[in-house]
């Protein structure tokens, strides 16, 4: 604990280390996107923002450990198998007139794949500075609706299939 | 606050139009912090709506600016109490409060449940009726 006063006191540890999602943006490309894209492709895509997201599920790269046990060693040999980009749902607050969300049910109607961008909230100073950028594309399904009790807000969930590895873009400070 | 502008207008618009469909079109309304020359005063016959705004908004729903308004907004009949018993001011109030039907759209603001008296409070000279009109609104924000 000593230490990471000290750390905070001499400025080793920056400020905003710590983030929370509020504030962040999760965008749609209204062009389906059939092939993996790079990040300089991704970045010159046009892009509409979702309003109204209340939660988006976990997004980047899980990969199967595969195991085999043999008779002669008491250790299971492991190795790498393939890697699921991930399938996250994202809930929405139900805006028939958002023009992100409009794209979002175009899309759960279509087999198509879609690139999505989620804008981190960490942009350092500059008006040119870009914060934490996570690139991806995929699968639409859905909306499913969850209604509820009297007091529950209208909400719709989409569930993502995403198709490549995750492209992380870290901050950049353009004084 | 443009937010809150519009959805305290929502409510006094619907309180206003709540009135005039009544059984009593022509009680008077004191609107939010409406003084002075604005306002009228107390009727002689001592029976006028007071209103009371009571936001409690719900925070950090969402990614964005989008924000849950919610919150009550608060009739309260002023009637005389000369002890002509409680059914007039009770019938005066619900043909008011029979506007606001749960799930009424005023402007962008919605009536969330049915318009609740939370019995009446005798006050020396007068008895006040307040009935609470819940409501909520989903806005964009920036």
Not at chain 1, 20 to 28: D, M, V
Not at chain 1, 89 to 117: C, H, S, W
Not at chain 2, 26 to 38: C, H, Q
Not at chain 2, 74 to 82: E, F, G, K
Request: one cysteine or more.
């Amino acid at each position: 604990m000593n230490k990471l006063l000290f750390a905070m006191t001499t400025g080793l540890v920056a400020s905003g280390f710590f983030n929370t999602n509020a504030k962040k943006k999760l965008y749609i490309c209204s062009t389906p996107q059939p092939t993996n894209l790079t990040a300089s492709t991704y970045a010159a895509l046009t892009w509409v923002l979702i309003g109204g997201v209340g939660s988006h599920g976990e997004v980047g790269d899980s990969t199967n450990i595969l195991t085999y046990d043999t008779w002669d060693d008491e250790v299971v040999r492991k190795a790498k198998g393939l890697t699921d980009a991930g399938s996250p749902e994202i809930e929405v607050a139900r805006d028939p007139a958002d023009a992100g969300q409009v794209v979002m049910r175009t899309a759960a109607g279509t087999n198509l794949d879609y690139a999505f961008k989620i804008e981190g909230n960490d942009k350092p100073a500059g008006v040119s500075s870009t914060p934490t950028i996570r690139y991806n594309r995929g699968l639409v399904t859905g909306p499913r609706v969850p209604l509820g009790r009297n007091e529950d807000f209208d909400i719709e969930i989409f569930s993502l299939g995403l198709q490549q590895k995750q492209i992380t873009v870290n901050p950049v400070a353009v004084p | 606050m443009q937010d809150e502008t519009l959805i305290v207008a929502a409510l006094q618009q619907g309180v206003t139009a709540a009135v005039e469909q009544s059984d009593t079109p022509a009680l008077p309304v004191k609107y939010l912090l409406v003084t002075g020359s604005a306002w009228a005063g107390v009727p002689q016959d001592g029976k006028w709506i007071e209103l009371v705004w009571i936001p409690n908004n719900r925070q950090g729903d969402y990614w964005g600016d989008e924000q849950n308004y919610r919150g009550l907004f608060r009739l309260i009949l002023h009637w005389p109490n000369t002890g002509g018993g409680v059914y007039d001011p009770l019938e005066t109030m619900a043909s008011i409060t029979r506007y606001f039907d749960k799930g009424l759209l005023l402007s962008g603001v919605q009536i969330t449940a049915k318009p609740n008296l939370s019995n009446f409070i005798e006050d020396g000279d007068e008895v006040l009726f307040p009935v609470s009109i819940s409501y909520q609104s989903y806005r964009k924000g920036a």
